[in-house]
């Protein structure tokens, strides 16, 4: 078995239900997680092509964001995760949404979704 990690991936997103929210982009930080539960110890050849490339971790994030205005983080994190599940190797994911920011008293608010195949 094999995880991958992307931790805190910073992006500007349309994402929100106030006011504000919906008029200016606001930063969030996605964290990632997949499982590969088939995966070998060590690939059979050391080349990039007998993994689950990382980029895909990220770039299902972007294009996610890129899709434009999301309402609730929930709603993002489960498109996040979806999108992954659909990777033949991927077997289980974690997607994690943090919205800095929001209130004065804390870091901030955080949506987690986990699923499985």
Not at 28 to 49: G, N
Not at 69 to 89: F, P, Q, W
């Amino acid at each position: 078995m094999r995880s991958i990690y992307l931790d805190r991936l910073r992006v500007l997103a349309s994402v929100g239900i106030l006011e504000h929210e919906l008029a200016a982009k606001q930063p969030l930080f996605i964290s990632i997680s997949v499982v590969l539960a088939d995966a070998d110890l060590i690939p059979q050849i050391d080349q990039v092509t007998h993994v689950l490339d990382y980029r895909h971790l990220r770039n299902a994030a972007l294009e996610e964001i890129e899709t434009g205005h999301i309402n609730m983080l929930e709603t993002l994190a489960g498109r996040i995760a979806k999108r992954l599940l659909a990777h033949d190797v991927v077997t289980e994911v974690k997607i994690r949404v943090d919205k800095p920011s929001i209130f004065t008293d804390c870091d901030s608010v955080a949506v987690e979704v986990t699923a499985k195949k």
